[in-house]
């Protein structure tokens, strides 16, 4: 059939039922028939039916409670971007009578984390957006909601054996494969590889480390099995610590001249070698970090792999309302795209278009 704009009635017509059991089927209120249901879907079908969802946010009214649980950021980091894509997200739903609170952690808090997690608990929300932090914690906060029939989506990390709405995040194992490749461009005949590391152990962006890890070396072992490769763990509260393993290291490598860093920090890398008149000849790091971007337009990081966090929180945010304002099917996962940005690129890189 060609698209038309049919109302309630004309549907409730072409399928042979009352408009008000139409109108159960588009809002999923309950008490259809199964051959009601069948009826009124396939007609939807054929006509190819667009609800009007200005017209369902008009009419609304139930003011929906979306929570999300971050970490605490400052302007222009990682999760500061997350934030203004799900700020983004909530003025396009202020209409539908959609309103957003935030509840903040400190990263590797536990802590933290654990009183985030109670207190969403405690509260009357429709939704929850969460950043996950500590498995365990994840796990009991999940618990709950499910119990509560309250949907949450994971951005950024996926915590398996639980059941979010949906998961919105890069594929690690192939962004860690990608850094590989392009790292390797630059690879010569005896140069050796650092793998910069670092001591949380047991947290979701370790974990996620270690799956870049696993795809970067994926990557090395098909293509390049004679290589010689170093791990250099860096203590993220001893930057002295780390220049003094630093200055050791280069001493008695002299031909390791390819880096990855698999986190957000290559800035540390960068600014050891900045700092000490060094270049390594390729090194690539992930996020857009404003001190990681200087050091890609000054030549010291050669590509950053950029994983959309204003899109994740966007995505996020917007897949809960379609689920829980709008009863839309939403996609279990959404995998971002895999940005890799160098010196000639970045000034033209917009994560929204």
Known sequence: MESNNYTIKDIARMAGVSAGTVDRVLHNRGDV????????KKVLDE?????????????????????CIIPYYVEHDYWHSVVQGIERAAQELRPFNVGIDYLYYHHADKSSYEAACATVQKEMVDAVLIAPNFRDETMQLTV?????????????FNIEQ???????????????????????????KGQEVILFLNNQKNSPAEIQMQRRMEGFMQYLSDEHDDLVIHDIVLQKEDAE??????????????????????NSRVYEVANYLNEKGKRMEGLVGYDLLQKNVDYLQKDV??????????????????ALCNHTVFKKAVTPVKFMPIDILMKENIDFYFEFE
Do not use: W
């Open 301 to 318: 990081v050669n590509y950053l792999i950029g994983q959309r966090p204003g899109l994740q929180g966007y995505c996020g945010v917007k």
């Open 144 to 156: 709950s909601l499910e119990e509560k029939h309250i949907p949450y989506v994971f951005i950024d």
């Open 162 to 188: 639980t059941h979010p709405l949906c998961y919105i995040g890069q594929d690690s194992m192939i962004s860690g494969y990608m850094a590989a490749k392009i790292l390797m461009q630059y690879y010569k």
């Open 241 to 262: 610590g780390n220049k003094l393993l630093l200055d050791r290291f280069f001493a008695d490598h002299p031909q390791a001249l390819l880096g990855a860093v698999f």
């Open 47 to 67: 006509i190819d039916y667009q609800p009007n969802m200005f017209a369902i946010g008009l009419a609304a009214k139930k003011r929906y409670h979306i929570v």
């Open 33 to 40: 028939s199964t051959a009601s249901m069948e009826k009124v």
